[in-house]
């Protein structure tokens, strides 16, 4: 089993950053992978950014050159810096984990409770 807890999110004017965290606790095998997704009201939750267990990343187009994400594996904590934000980008994010790759595919066995970004114009 394993606890995701976000923080960070908020509301930025577009062009601003803001930097996520998710705190991972349990069996730390199980989250061995893992990454952040977001969802927008009446839209399908997708893939923006995970890192596999070599710590290899991947990204989603709509969001390389803005995003990073990174994870401290001594903290047991997963981040995402969001930078140059866009209106387009408001949404849920979630953090998810799982010891299965399932690069940005929204397959992952645990997640987060989720925190809100909204960026305004």
């Known amino acids: 089993q394993v606890q995701l807890v976000e923080s960070g999110g908020g509301s930025v004017q577009a062009g601003g950053s803001l930097r996520l965290s998710c705190a991972a606790s349990?069996?730390?095998?199980?989250?061995?992978?893992m990454g952040w997704f977001r969802q927008a009201p009446g839209k399908e939750r997708e893939g923006v950014a995970t890192?596999?267990?070599?710590?290899?990343?991947f990204y989603a187009d709509s969001v390389k050159g803005r995003f990073t994400v990174s994870k401290d594996n001594a903290k047991n904590t997963l981040y995402l810096q969001m930078n140059s934000l866009k209106p387009e980008d408001t949404a849920m994010y979630y953090c998810?984990?799982?010891?299965?790759?399932?690069?940005?595919?929204?397959?992952?066995?645990?997640w987060g409770q989720g925190t809100q970004v909204t960026v305004s114009s």
């Open positions: 349990g069996d730390t095998y199980s989250n061995r992978y």
């Open positions: 890192i596999d267990s070599d710590g290899d990343t």
């Open positions: 998810a984990a799982d010891r299965v790759w399932y690069y940005l595919f929204p397959r992952y066995k645990y």
